[in-house]
């Protein structure tokens, strides 16, 4: 049985809500499953002053924070981040940069990864975003395995080949919901798929 992290970072819930559709895409799979919230780091006085951003930390409260020893568990991964000015939001980004220890033993090397994001336009930098990701996981070794175009869900969001770009408008809410279930659908199957190849299952 594969053995899948999701590691996500959400502020005011689309990235949560991506997290869970990947989260029932795996189990679907068969795949045993690990959903884990990347740490905040933003001050209460600023998750306060939207009012979407606190209800998201309080709907999550009880999903557990994301550690290292989870990244030694999982043959694969599954990375998704926000846009920030076009690239990952700072949480994932300090949480990526606190693995150095692991690369540095070898322990993420040959791991399969996949990535996705959202922004609040559909030009708002979420390829940039998932290419950071991908830029991070080369360091570390991994397997990058992106959707391309082998599954016609996958246009449904975009089109995007190298990972699920939702769109989010200034209420908060997800353009083409449906659509983008559909491809991370697709694309976390994709992923197990290949894992499970790799490790000659």
Not at 50 to 71: C, F, G, M, Q
Not at 129 to 154: F, M, N, R
Request: with cysteine; proline share 4%.
């Amino acid at each position: 049985m594969v053995k899948l992290l999701i590691a996500y970072y959400s502020s005011t819930g689309n990235g949560t809500k991506m997290a869970h559709f990947a989260q029932k895409a795996a189990e679907d799979f068969g795949a045993e499953v690990r959903l884990r919230q990347i740490p905040e780091l933003a001050p209460d006085v600023a998750i306060d002053a939207n009012p979407l951003w606190r209800k998201n930390v309080e709907a999550t409260k009880d999903i557990p924070i994301a550690k290292s020893d989870d990244l030694i568990w999982a043959d694969a991964f599954v990375f998704s981040s926000p846009s920030r000015f076009g690239v990952m939001a700072a949480q994932m980004k300090q949480f990526m940069d606190m693995q150095g220890g692991l690369w540095f033993a070898g322990k993420l090397a040959n791991k399969a990864i996949t990535a996705f994001s959202s922004a609040q336009n559909a030009h708002g930098g979420q390829e940039e975003v998932i290419q950071s990701i991908y830029t991070v996981a080369q360091h570390w070794g991994c397997l990058i395995v992106p959707p391309g175009y082998v599954d016609e869900k996958s246009y449904g969001s975009g089109g995007n080949p190298y990972g699920t770009s939702a769109t989010i408008t200034p209420e908060g809410k997800m353009v083409a919901e449906d659509e983008v279930d559909g491809a991370i659908n697709a694309q976390v199957k994709r992923l197990l798929s290949i894992t499970t190849i790799l490790a000659g299952e």
